[in-house]
C-alpha cells in the first residue's frame, strides 16, 4: 500500500467529533501513525464531517501533519479516495481505506474496487501486514510525506506565479547534487532503476549484488544524482551507470524521475556529462533500449546531440558483443554552459580520471 485513508469519527478517533468535542487518539493508533509514516507510507483523510471544525482539532492534537490531501465534507466516501488517488498519481489499487461503519465501507468498494477497505477494530494490527510492511525503506521513503506536502506547496506557488517558467525555476532556488553512490544509497539506486520508466534510458533493472560489484570497480561509476529547493527535498531523482574504456565514457544507464522533468533536471545532468567528458577529450557512448514508454528520454538524448551516427570508438564501448535490442548513441562532447536555473554540486570526473582518483567518494567538481 502507498497510502492509508482514515475517516474520523470512531476510527481515527474515539466518539464523534459532534456529540464530544473532546475527542481524543488512542496511544496504539498514534503509535501506527508514526509507524506508517516513517515506512513511507502516506496517509489522508475522507471524512464525513465539518472541515472548518475537524480540522483544528487535528492541528490541536498535534496529529495534523500526518494526513495528506484530507477531503472532508458531506459527499461520498468513494469520491473522497479516488480524488486522493488522482491528486497523489497513484492507482487506486495502492490506496487503503478503513472506516468503523460497514456501509462506508461497501459504498467505497463498490465505487472503487481497486481500493483495499478495513473495518477500524482492525486499525491497531495493519502494521503487522505485508500490504504495510516494505521489505526496506529507504532514506526518500521515511520522508516521503515531507516530500509530497513540499510539492504541493510548491505547485501552489507555480500557478499563482506570474512571470516566465526560467524566472520561476530561478525563484525555488533549485540545487541540484550528484555523488557517488556509496553503499548506503545503493536501495535508492536499485529503487530507481525499478520504478523509473519514462525517463529511463533502457530500462535495465540493477540489483544490489550488481551494484555493489560496481562500486567495486573503478572502472565503472555509480552516481546518484538529488534535488531540493526552499520548499524543501525532492529526493532522490537520477542514477547513472558510467562505464570508462579508454578513449570512451559509456553511459550504461540513465533514469531520472519523472517528478522534476519540468526543472530541466534530466539537460543539467546531460549537459554537465557531456562537459565532463569534453574536458577528458573522450567520446560519450549512451545505451538505448527503445520502450513503449520512454519515448521522452530518446528526444532528451537527441536534443543533447546524440545521434545514431556510426564511430570507431563505439568497438570500444561494445565489450559485450551481443547486444540485442540495445542502441547505442553516440556523442563527440563540447563544452557546455553552466545551468542557469539552478546550483550543481558535483563531482570533476575529468580531473579525477586523470589523477586517478575516480574512486574518491568526496571530489567536487563544477562547469568550467
Same mark, same amino acid.
Given at each position: 500500500?502507498k497510502?492509508? =485513508?482514515?475517516?474520523l469519527?470512531?476510527?481515527?478517533?474515539?466518539?464523534?467529533?459532534?456529540?464530544?468535542?473532546?475527542?481524543?487518539?488512542?496511544?496504539?493508533?498514534r503509535?501506527?501513525?508514526t509507524?506508517?509514516?516513517?515506512?513511507?507510507?502516506?496517509?489522508?483523510?475522507a471524512?464525513?464531517?465539518d &472541515?472548518?471544525?475537524?480540522?483544528?482539532?487535528?492541528?490541536?492534537?498535534?496529529?495534523?501533519?500526518?494526513? /495528506?490531501?484530507?477531503?472532508?465534507?458531506?459527499?461520498?466516501?468513494?469520491?473522497?479516495?479516488?480524488?486522493?488517488?488522482?491528486?497523489?498519481?497513484?492507482?487506486?489499487?495502492?490506496?487503503?481505506?478503513?472506516?468503523d461503519?460497514?456501509?462506508?465501507?461497501?459504498?467505497? $468498494?463498490f #465505487?472503487?474496487?481497486?481500493?483495499?477497505?478495513?473495518p477500524?477494530?482492525?486499525?491497531?494490527?495493519?502494521?503487522?501486514?505485508p500490504?504495510?510492511?516494505p521489505?526496506?525503506?529507504?532514506?526518500?521513503?521515511?520522508?516521503?510525506?515531507?516530500?509530497?506536502?513540499?510539492?504541493?506547496?510548491?505547485?501552489?506557488?507555480?500557478?499563482?506565479?506570474? %512571470?516566465?517558467?526560467?524566472?520561476?525555476? @530561478?525563484?525555488?532556488?533549485?540545487?541540484?547534487?550528484?555523488?557517488?553512490?556509496?553503499?548506503?544509497?545503493?536501495?535508492?539506486?536499485?529503487?530507481?532503476?525499478?520504478? *523509473?520508466?519514462q525517463?529511463?534510458?533502457?530500462?535495465? #533493472?540493477?540489483?544490489?549484488?550488481?551494484?555493489?560489484?560496481?562500486?567495486?570497480?573503478?572502472?565503472?561509476?555509480?552516481?546518484?544524482?538529488?534535488?531540493?529547493? @526552499?520548499?524543501?527535498?525532492?529526493?532522490?531523482?537520477?542514477?547513472?551507470?558510467?562505464?570508462?574504456?579508454?578513449? =570512451?565514457? #559509456?553511459l550504461?544507464?540513465?533514469?531520472?524521475?519523472? @517528478?522534476? =522533468?519540468?526543472?530541466?533536471?534530466?539537460?543539467?545532468?546531460?549537459?554537465?556529462?557531456?562537459?565532463?567528458?569534453?574536458?577528458?577529450? /573522450? #567520446?560519450?557512448? $549512451?545505451?538505448? @533500449?527503445?520502450?513503449?514508454?520512454?519515448?521522452?528520454?530518446?528526444?532528451? &538524448?537527441?536534443?543533447?546531440?546524440?545521434?545514431?551516427?556510426?564511430?570507431?570508438?563505439?568497438?570500444?564501448a561494445? *565489450?559485450?558483443?551481443?547486444?540485442?535490442? =540495445?542502441?547505442?548513441?553516440?556523442?563527440?562532447?563540447?563544452?557546455?554552459?553552466?545551468?542557469?536555473?539552478?546550483?550543481?554540486d558535483?563531482?570533476?570526473?575529468?580531473?579525477?580520471?586523470?589523477? %586517478?582518483?575516480?574512486?574518491?567518494?568526496?571530489?567536487?567538481?563544477?562547469?568550467?
Open positions: 500500500m497510502c492509508l =485513508v482514515w475517516d469519527d470512531n476510527t481515527l478517533w474515539q466518539g464523534t467529533y459532534l456529540e464530544n468535542p473532546d475527542v481524543e487518539f488512542r496511544d496504539e493508533i503509535d501506527l501513525i509507524t506508517l509514516d516513517s515506512r513511507g507510507i502516506l496517509q489522508s483523510i471524512s464525513k464531517n &472541515y472548518d471544525v475537524v480540522w483544528p482539532h487535528l492541528e490541536k492534537l498535534g496529529m495534523a501533519e500526518y494526513f /495528506v490531501l484530507p477531503q472532508i465534507g458531506w459527499g461520498r466516501k468513494s469520491d473522497a479516495v479516488r480524488e486522493i488517488a488522482e491528486q497523489l498519481n497513484f492507482a487506486q489499487s495502492a490506496i487503503a481505506f478503513i472506516d461503519l460497514p456501509s462506508e465501507r461497501a459504498e467505497v $468498494a #465505487h472503487a474496487p481497486d481500493v483495499r477497505c478495513y477500524a477494530e482492525e486499525a491497531v494490527a495493519l502494521a503487522g501486514l500490504e504495510f510492511s521489505g526496506h525503506v529507504t532514506v526518500d521513503a521515511r520522508r516521503r510525506r515531507e516530500m509530497y506536502q513540499a510539492g504541493f506547496r510548491r505547485n501552489a506557488e507555480r500557478e499563482s506565479f506570474q %512571470g516566465p517558467d526560467e524566472q520561476f525555476l @530561478r525563484s525555488l532556488d533549485l540545487r541540484m547534487v550528484i555523488k557517488r553512490a556509496d553503499e548506503e544509497e545503493l536501495s535508492r539506486v536499485e529503487e530507481l532503476t525499478l520504478r *523509473t520508466s525517463m529511463n534510458a533502457t530500462g535495465v #533493472h540493477y540489483s544490489d549484488t550488481a551494484l555493489r560489484a560496481l562500486l567495486a570497480d573503478r572502472d565503472h561509476e555509480v552516481l546518484t544524482v538529488t534535488m531540493a529547493d @526552499r520548499f524543501g527535498p525532492h529526493g532522490a531523482v537520477g542514477v547513472l551507470l558510467l562505464a570508462h574504456h579508454g578513449d =570512451v565514457w #559509456h550504461k544507464l540513465l533514469a531520472t524521475s519523472c @517528478r522534476v =522533468v519540468s526543472f530541466g533536471a534530466g539537460a543539467t545532468i546531460l549537459n554537465w556529462l557531456i562537459d565532463q567528458a569534453a574536458r577528458a577529450g /573522450v #567520446h560519450l557512448a $549512451a545505451d538505448f @533500449r527503445p520502450t513503449d514508454r520512454n519515448r521522452m528520454m530518446d528526444v532528451a &538524448y537527441r536534443f543533447a546531440g546524440f545521434t545514431d551516427d556510426p564511430c570507431d570508438c563505439l568497438a570500444q561494445d *565489450t559485450a558483443g551481443d547486444r540485442g535490442d =540495445v542502441q547505442f548513441r553516440h556523442l563527440v562532447p563540447g563544452p557546455r554552459s553552466a545551468p542557469t536555473t539552478l546550483r550543481l558535483a563531482p570533476d570526473l575529468a580531473a579525477d580520471r586523470a589523477s %586517478g582518483t575516480a574512486d574518491a567518494p568526496d571530489a567536487r567538481g563544477a562547469f568550467r
